[in-house]
């Protein structure tokens, strides 16, 4: 299922006070869509990993009076299923690229799309692959339910 996330916003949480009241005393970036929470990160290094890999900018300096600024871009993200007897049917019907991706995923092997990440999925970094398209990069992952998925250690993750 191919899903959109655009109309992001970020706050940077600059006292400690904010910090203990909004980011629950660990985060220190906190990314809405349209108001929503999206996402938080504790380090500068994390959020400008995140905005790298899917391609996004921040709109404005968050050093300036405000420490609110619109984030430019969008990106997309596209959960596939693995397999089970259940979604066999499902399956069959699967765009051939689909079909390679998810199965890349499961044995973990790359993909000849622009470059494999780390993502973030249901409290689990896991494996993913980029596509770079004209309306906004492409993160595929594997559903949280594929209990084959390849999950990182929390702490093997660098960025």
Request: charged letters at 25%; proline letters at 1%.
């Amino acid at each position: 299922m191919l899903e959109k996330h655009d109309h992001l916003t970020i706050t940077a949480l600059k006292s400690k006070n904010d910090i203990e009241k909004y980011g629950m005393g660990i985060y220190k970036y906190l990314v809405y869509s349209d108001w929503t929470n999206h996402t938080a990160f504790k380090t500068n290094e994390g959020l400008s990993y995140w905005l790298r890999i899917i391609g996004l900018k921040i709109g404005e300096n968050l050093n300036h009076l405000s420490n609110t600024a619109k984030i430019e871009g969008q990106y997309f993200t596209y959960c596939l299923l693995g397999i089970d007897t259940w979604t066999n049917k499902l399956l069959d019907n699967l765009d051939p690229k689909l079909k390679e991706i998810r199965n890349n995923l499961l044995d973990g092997s790359n993909s000849d799309l622009e470059y494999n990440c780390t993502w973030l999925s249901n409290g689990d970094y896991t494996k993913g692959f980029i596509e770079k398209t004209n309306e906004g990069n492409i993160i595929y992952y594997l559903n949280p339910n594929e209990h084959r998925r390849m999950k990182y250690h929390y702490f093997s993750i660098k960025e």
